[in-house]
Each structure stands twice: as C-alpha cells, then as structure tokens.
Antibody
Framework: QVQLVESGGGVGQPGRSLRLSCEGS????????MHWVRQAPGKGLEWVSS????????FYADSVKGRFTISKDTFKNTLYLDMDTLRAEDTAVYYC????????????????WGHGTLVTVSS | SHELTQPPSVSVSPGQTATITCSGDALARKYAYWYQQKSGQAPVLVLF???ERPSGIPERFSGSISGTTATLTVRGAQVEDEGDYYCYSTDPSGNHIGKFGGGTKLTVL
C-alpha cells in the first residue's frame, strides 16, 4: 500500500536551514506530483509547495517563496523540502502528500498523506 | 485573493445531520475537496471533486456545490465523526496555488 514517511524535523535556529525528506513506497514515485502541507501548533492546514511528477513545475505559497525549495529524487523515491532563512512562524508539523493525478503537470488533490515531522524554529 | 471561509465550529447530537459550509469565489470554477483530521492524526480525504467519496468513506458523508459555496453533509453523524474538517481548492487563475479553509471543528455529543 502507499506509504509516505517524513523525516528531518527537529529544532532549527532562526535564520538557519533545515532539510525535510519524505520517502515514498508502494507506488511508482516517478509518476506522481507531490506536495508539502504544514500545520502550526493548534492551527489549521496550510499548503506550502507542490512539484510535478517530472519536477518541471514547482509552486510555493507566498509565505515561503524565495526561502523554501521543493525537489524530488526519483531514484531514491524521495521528496525534499529545503528550508532556508527559517523564521519562528515556520514552526509546524510538515506533511508530505501525494497528488491524485498520474503523469501530468496538472495538480489535483492530496490522496495520501504521511504522518508528518515537527519543525521547531527557536534559538 | 484566493480565500475559503468555513464556520469555526458545528455541533450536533448523535444521529443528527451535520452541515459544514465552505465559501470562496474559486469554487465557482474549481472543485472542492474535504479532509477530516482527528486529534494528533494526519488528514484523511473524505470527499473529492465536490461530491465523490473515496473508497472506505461511509455513505453518510456527502457533498454538494452551489455557486461559490461547497457543503459537506454528514447524515446520521456518529461520535467517531468528531474532528476538524478542512475544505481545499486551488486558485482558478491558472497558477497552482493551493488553499485550505480555516477548518471547522465538528462536535458530536
């Protein structure tokens, strides 16, 4: 079955960097677009970033544009989120999610989610 | 801007019908999707393409759309349906910008 396992969370200092990973299994990772969604403590869900199945299209929320970079390694079946210039407001559980669509640069919705990894930005 | 508005909370007794709305201009042109999140867990898709249920989601969950408002209905709500519900859609401008509603806490007691 489809599994998504995030890792890389922890405590990051303001202004520093952190890299999140999400390993996918149980499906052809190279055929699906992927997403990152986050949830600050006690708050709602916030879409963060999306990457198309072939990596040719990438999109970001305004709140992270210019600071975060999404990428995927199809040989390692892994999705990444490079988080630079961290801010206190980036503190959240970060979920990776798979898009429903197959082999298209059009995005649809999140049909499978990981369990999330907690990022805490604090000095 | 691309905004989706939900009521903060809805409360019903077991067996009653719960209705959660999601309003936003984008919904006139883009599908609404609904996610259920129970405390400490990852979200789960309960409706897609406005009113389609994924396999495994009980028939008591249904959806509808009217103009710019999408509605999630839970007929005969059960205690296990308690949780936070989020609508989701994308910017109709052509750029892929995702947006969640603020979430609605459903209480069944």
């Amino acid at each position: 079955q489809v599994q998504l396992v995030e890792s890389g969370g922890g405590v990051g200092q303001p202004g520093r960097s952190l890299r999140l990973s999400c390993e996918g299994s149980g499906f052809r990772f190279s055929s699906y677009g992927m997403h990152w969604v986050r949830q600050a403590p006690g708050k709602g869900l916030e879409w963060v970033s999306s990457i198309s199945y072939d990596g040719s299209s990438k999109f970001y929320a305004d709140s992270v544009k210019g600071r975060f970079t999404i990428s995927k390694d199809t040989f390692k079946n892994t999705l990444y989120l490079d988080m630079d210039t961290l801010r206190a407001e980036d503190t959240a559980v970060y979920y990776c999610a798979r898009d429903r669509n197959i082999e298209t640069t059009l995005f649809d919705f999140f049909d499978h989610w990981g369990h999330g990894t907690l990022v805490t930005v604090s000095s | 801007s691309h905004e989706l508005t939900q009521p903060p909370s809805v409360s019903v007794s077991p067996g009653q019908t719960a209705t959660i709305t999601c309003s936003g201009d984008a919904l006139a042109r883009k599908y609404a999707y609904w996610y259920q999140q129970k405390s400490g867990q990852a979200p789960v898709l309960v409706l897609f393409d406005d009113n389609e249920r994924p396999s495994g989601i009980p028939e008591r969950f249904s959806g509808s759309i009217s103009g710019t408002t999408a509605t999630l209905t839970v007929r005969g709500a059960q205690v296990e349906d308690e949780g936070d519900y989020y609508c989701y859609s994308t910017d109709p401008s052509g750029n892929h910008i995702g947006k969640f509603g603020g979430g609605t806490k459903l209480t069944v007691l």
